[in-house]
């Protein structure tokens, strides 16, 4: 079983970048497709990113891809979300999920969520 901590989240300026890290304990990392998804008050979660386990597969929100950037370095255990341009829109906690495949991710129906790390981002 992964289990996911989030970080890197705050406050930032519009126009301003940050880097969203989620940090995966157990054996099992290396062989998940992971992926971001993101919740504003009074809002769904909605998805933002996955990649595959091995990187090579990344897929993106409409919304998000020219502005958004996901990677992973298996080796640390850790997946990133570099976030460039920050909008108020981007407003939200910002949640790290994991599981077996990359469809499962993007369906937002993975078995595995961290705690989510708040993400401000003031005009």
């Known amino acids: 079983q992964v289990q996911l901590v989030e970080s890197g989240g705050g406050l930032v300026q519009v126009g301003g970048s940050l880097r969203l890290s989620c940090t995966a304990s157990?054996?099992?990392?290396?062989?998940?497709?992971m992926g971001w998804f993101r919740q504003s008050p009074g809002n769904e979660r909605e998805f933002v990113a996955a990649?595959?386990?091995?990187?090579?597969?990344?897929n993106y929100a409409d919304s998000v891809k020219s502005r958004f950037s996901i990677s992973r370095d298996n080796a640390q255990n850790t997946v990133y979300l570099q976030i460039r341009s920050l909008k108020p829109e981007d407003t939200a906690v910002y949640y790290c999920?994991?599981?077996?495949?990359?469809?499962?991710?993007?369906?937002?129906?993975?078995?595995?969520w961290g705690q989510g790390t708040q993400v401000t981002v003031s005009s």
């Open positions: 999920a994991a599981d077996r495949t990359l469809g499962t991710i993007i369906a937002g129906t993975a078995r595995t």
């Open positions: 990649i595959s386990w091995n990187g090579r597969s990344t």
């Open positions: 157990g054996r099992t990392f290396s062989d998940s497709a």
